[in-house]
Nanobody
Framework: QVQLVESGGGLVQPGGSLRLSCAAS????????MYWVRQAPGKGLEWVSA????????YYADSVKGRFTISRHNTKSMLYLQMNSLKPEDTALYYC???????????????GGQGTQVTVSS
């Protein structure tokens, strides 16, 4: 079955950086769009970023544009999210997700992990 194991979260001060990783298995990674989604305490799922199958097309939510960079390594079946200039409002549980096609609806994605917690606080 689909497995997506997120890692790399932690506690960081405002303005700091983190790099999230997601190890994928159980499906043909290179054939799927990949996404990062986050959920802040008491809130719903928020779409963060998307990357196409080849890695050449990326999209970002306005709230993270210019600060976050999504990338993928198809040979290793790995997805990444480089997060710079972190803000307290970036605090959330971050999930990676997959979908055969492009979609802006997190409810339509395939999830397979527990997420990784990112806390931005001084």
């Amino acid at each position: 079955q689909v497995q997506l194991v997120e890692s790399g979260g932690g506690l960081v001060q405002p303005g700091g950086s983190l790099r999230l990783s997601c190890a994928a298995s159980g499906f043909i990674f290179s054939s799927y769009w990949m996404y990062w989604v986050r959920q802040a305490p008491g809130k719903g799922l928020e779409w963060v970023s998307a990357i196409n199958t080849g890695g050449g097309t990326t999209y970002y939510a306005d709230s993270v544009k210019g600060r976050f960079t999504i990338s993928r390594h198809n040979t290793k079946s790995m997805l990444y999210l480089q997060m710079n200039s972190l803000k307290p409002e970036d605090t959330a549980l971050y999930y990676c997700a997959s979908k055969r096609w492009y979609s802006l609806s997190p409810d339509e994605y395939n999830y397979g992990g527990q997420g990784t917690q990112v806390t931005v606080s001084s």
